[in-house]
């Protein structure tokens, strides 16, 4: 997931950054590696977290929030693209991709390994 965001990020600010036509779709098949990286892996870790009997409500819920975030990030990515240029606008995905993947690293639990002990 962190890998996704990452990539995502860099995906982003390759927009930002675009200054022809090929810059742009390079960013853009980044930026679509790092959310096929990134979205099965968010899946699989709610699946694999939440209780089955719960499974059906938690993916709605998420999709819930996924679709809100995309409408909250074009109503603030409007206001930011008519504020300050376009670029800014993908500058700031980038770092909320950023901050995304901090979250979730800060998130990462070690495993406890056990051995058998003789």
Not at 56 to 70: H, K, L, P, S
Not at 74 to 90: D, K, N, Q
Not at 91 to 98: H, K, N, Q
Request: hydrophobic share 55%; proline share 4%.
């Amino acid at each position: 997931m962190i890998i996704g965001l990452v990539v995502s990020a860099i995906g982003y600010a390759g927009y930002a950054s675009a200054h022809n036509f090929a810059w742009l779709i390079g960013s853009i098949v980044i930026s679509s590696f790092g959310q096929a990286m990134f979205s099965p892996a968010a899946v699989a870790l709610l699946s694999d977290t939440v209780p089955i009997h719960w499974q059906n409500t938690a993916m709605g819920v998420y999709g819930a929030c996924e679709d809100i975030g995309a409408i909250a990030g074009s109503a603030l990515g409007g206001v930011v693209w008519t504020a300050w240029e376009p670029p800014a606008t993908f500058v700031m995905g980038a770092i909320s991709l950023g901050v995304g993947a901090v979250i979730c690293f800060s998130l990462i639990k070690e495993k406890v390994s056990r051995s058998p002990t003789n």
